[in-house]
């Protein structure tokens, strides 16, 4: 059975740091290209972050260009975001998603998706 | 940025009714246009891909179609089980965007 499973939230204040990470099983890791996407409590989704099945293609939306990095390491099925410079604005649920594809990019979708992690940021 | 506009923002229906909820993008997309499912405190759920391709597993009730900026969703007959917010997704370009979400209630 395909299954993702992020760890990491918590509470942050802002200007801190916080790690999340997502365990991967049951399909190739390496296969696929993964995603970010975050949720405000009872908003829409928005796409954070991808990066392809072998890390040289990665893709941020503008709201968490140079504060947030993404990174993978296939040999631990794991797929990692690192978020610096955190607002109140990041508050939310972040989930991993699977993609399609290898590689990020036109035409792909997320067939498979965690249950996700909340990060708040308070003082 | 490609932006996706989604209407309504939510329904009132009844079970056994046809649904259609509108996905507007900004600019041509083509057909690369996927719908989710997420009902509440659960992640969403792949229904849709290419616009008009049903995801495995998914009943044959959803259906979506349309090319270019203007794409639906249909429900052929509501069931229960259908209530939920239904979210239109490009992947044409990087960033990836969603639509705001459509609240289908009783």
């Known amino acids: 059975e395909v299954q993702v499973v992020e760890s990491g939230g918590g509470l942050a204040q802002p200007g801190r740091s916080l790690r999340l990470s997502c365990a991967a099983s049951?399909?190739?890791?390496?296969?696929?290209?993964m995603h970010w996407v975050r949720q405000t409590p009872g908003k829409a989704l928005e796409w954070v972050s991808g990066?392809?099945?072998?890390?040289?293609?990665?893709g941020y939306a503008d709201s968490v260009k140079g504060r947030f990095t993404i990174s993978r390491d296939n040999a631990k099925n794991s797929l990692y975001l690192q978020m610096n410079s955190l607002r109140a604005e990041d508050t939310a649920f972040y989930y991993c998603?699977?993609?399609?594809?290898?590689?990020?990019?036109?035409?792909?979708?997320?067939?498979?998706w965690g249950q996700g992690t909340l990060v708040t940021v308070s003082s | 940025d490609i932006q996706m506009t989604q209407s309504p923002s939510s329904l009132s229906a009844s079970v056994g009714d046809r649904v259609t909820i509108t996905c507007r993008a900004s600019?041509?997309?083509?057909?690369?246009l996927n719908w989710y499912q997420q009902k509440p405190g659960k992640a969403p759920k792949l229904l849709i891909y290419?616009?008009?391709s049903l995801q495995s597993g998914v009943p044959s009730s959803f259906s979506g179609s349309g090319s270019g900026t203007d794409f639906t969703l249909t429900i052929s007959s509501l069931q229960p089980e259908h209530f939920a917010t239904y979210y239109c997704?490009?992947?044409?370009?990087?960033?990836?965007?969603f639509g705001g979400g459509t609240k289908v209630e009783i």
């Open positions: 290419a616009a008009s």
């Open positions: 600019q041509s997309i083509s057909n690369f």
């Open positions: 997704q490009q992947t044409y370009s990087i960033p990836l965007t």
């Open positions: 049951g399909f190739t890791f390496d296969d696929y290209a």
């Open positions: 990066i392809s099945w072998n890390s040289a293609s990665i």
């Open positions: 998603a699977k993609d399609i594809f290898l590689i990020t990019g036109t035409g792909s979708f997320f067939d498979s």
